[in-house]
């Protein structure tokens, strides 16, 4: 348990966020509107999730506000069994990441099954998101793919040979050996993954093509793979073939100096920032309530536009550089503060649980994954009891309270925060007479008044199903009684 920090004054602490509230200029309101608006943004990255498994979930997704979901590749990858690597036995989720062709058709679904997902999907109400990979090819030197497709390194039949690919001399394996030029970092090869000329027209016509298919398949968005590695005019010469609005999101991970940063790509994509992420998990496990209330873009090198949040993806989760399930509370709690902030629309995660980075997800004999499923029972509490069988489905977007935030996000999002501040262990952030929210980062319960400018009376708790727990807003204060790494969320919407 950490030790807690000494307590200002409650008057005083009252004193100090009447006047925050005070300042925001909102007035509260007296009843309720008669029915909620509703604009969905938040997503899910469904790591490794097997079509069929998606199809499945979405209509649950859906009905909790859920504005789209994030797959891992479709394309026809390595079939890792046959690439002989030492160390690996082919069920590695990095072979997803290893293209050898444009067909869709791979360990998570056929073509079929990816068009009856997205049809699935959108009957729910719920866009679908591909993970291109469109920076490189296999990083073996030969081997079959899923589909049969034989290839080596350099020759993939019938859409590249070695004048298609990067040669950048820089090591005798062409390696990116410095992050220091960006010749080097999107000309050289990542971790002997076979760099694509995305100058070429060729390559670029070959890369719109796979996109387009994945359009016709039901698909409506992208998230570009390593788009840090292809220079930002290939990225936007490849997507300004898309339909005029199709969602494009890059990964460009800012480095210290580096001279390929985030905003390169925002004219043309949003970018998911890697630095809230790394902050936010920091703050929250620190129960660092202040500084997360100070938390502004311009203070940490942050994006200023085209941001999107998140609190962990497959890459973080395994290099320890933000919050994961293995958190338990800490990563529930942490997703409830980005749901709960306006800065970008926010992608939780969704994954299976691992001992070894490397590990991939459980297979079937015949070597497709299995399909994830989520019992209604999952929540943060497993780690600190039995902890997660390996390849176990986690289901972190099904941990109690976070899909209600999203459905709750759906109805206060285009109420700006208004306010955000620290009442001992407790963060806060209001929204106006729209709604507040509050959640305690720390190991022992606590009672907490907060200044809100919701209008006096009972207001259900939307975090708990069914209204089964309200809060009183009396003389302008809300008297919150929470337990370890509770989240409270209220909205002038949805009162008993």
């Known amino acids: 348990m950490r030790a807690r920090a000494e307590r200002t004054a409650r008057t005083s602490v009252l004193r100090r966020l009447t006047a925050v509230v005070a300042a925001a200029a909102v007035l509260a309101i007296t009843g309720c509107a008669a029915a909620a608006p509703e604009r969905r943004d938040a997503g899910i990255a469904m790591f490794q999730w097997s079509w ?43 072979w997803s990441y290893q293209p050898v062709s444009y067909m869709v058709d791979s360990r998570l679904g056929t073509s079929e099954q990816f068009a009856a997902m997205t049809r699935a999907c959108e009957q729910a ?13 296999a990083g073996v030197p030969a081997g079959t793919g899923w589909s049969g497709t034989q290839f080596s390194h350099y020759a993939y039949p019938g859409l590249y040979d070695a004048t298609d690919f990067h040669h950048c001399g820089r090591t005798p394996h062409d390696d990116i050996d410095a992050y220091t030029e960006p010749y080097v970092i999107q000309h050289c090869e990542l971790e002997n ?4 000329a995305t100058e070429s027209e060729h390559v670029r016509a070959n890369l719109r093509a796979y996109l387009q298919s994945l359009l016709d398949l039901g698909a409506d968005g992208f998230r570009i793979d390593a788009a840090k590695h292809i220079d930002p005019d290939d990225v936007a010469a490849i997507v300004a073939g898309l339909p ?35 902050r936010v998990g920091e703050f929250v496990r620190g129960g660092s309530t202040r500084a997360l209330a100070d938390l502004s ?10 941001a999107r949040t998140f609190i962990a993806n497959h890459d973080t989760e395994r290099n320890g550089t933000t919050l994961s399930y293995a958190n338990g509370r800490e ?10 902030s306006d800065y970008g629309p926010p992608t939780l995660y969704s994954g299976y649980a691992f001992s070894d980075r490397d590990q991939g997800p459980a297979l079937e004999d015949d070597g497709t994954v299995a399909d994830a499923s989520c019992t209604g ?6 780690v600190a009891g039995p902890g997660w069988e390996d390849r176990a489905w986690v289901c972190q977007h099904r941990w109690p309270g976070t899909l209600e935030l999203v459905a709750w996000r759906t109805r206060v999002v285009d109420a700006p925060v208004t306010a955000t501040a620290a009442v001992d262990d407790v963060f806060t952030s209001m929204r106006g007479e729209t709604a507040a929210f509050a959640v305690l980062l720390d190991d022992e319960p606590a009672a907490v008044e907060v200044p809100v400018a919701l209008a006096d009376g009972t207001y259900c708790d939307v975090v708990v199903p069914d209204c089964a727990s309200v809060v009183e807003v009396a003389g302008g204060v809300a008297v ?3 337990e370890p790494w509770q989240a409270v969320a209220l909205d002038r919407f949805t009162r008993p």
Do not use: K
Not at 125 to 137: F, I, K, Q, S, T
Not at 297 to 306: D, F, T
């Open 52 to 94: 069929d498994a998606i199809a499945a979930e979405c209509p649950a997704l859906g009905d909790a506000g859920v504005a789209w979901v994030l797959t891992s590749p479709p394309q026809e990858h390595v079939d890792g069994a046959s690439a002989r690597v030492a160390g690996a036995d082919g069920s590695e989720w990095w």
């Open 125 to 137: 109400g719920v866009d679908v998101y591909a993970d291109a990979v469109l920076n490189h090819m």
């Open 193 to 196: 993954l076979a760099d694509l």
């Open 244 to 278: 005029e609005g199709t969602p494009v999101i890059s990964e460009v991970i800012r480095g210290a100096g580096e001279p390929v940063y985030p905003e390169q790509y925002t004219p043309f994509s949003t970018v998911w920032e890697f630095g809230w992420a790394d």
């Open 297 to 306: 873009p311009s203070a940490y090198g942050l994006l200023e536009e085209g």
């Open 331 to 340: 990563f529930s709690a942490a997703t409830a503060v980005m749901l709960a």
């Open 377 to 382: 029972d999952e929540h943060p509490d497993v």
């Open 480 to 482: 919150l009684q929470l």
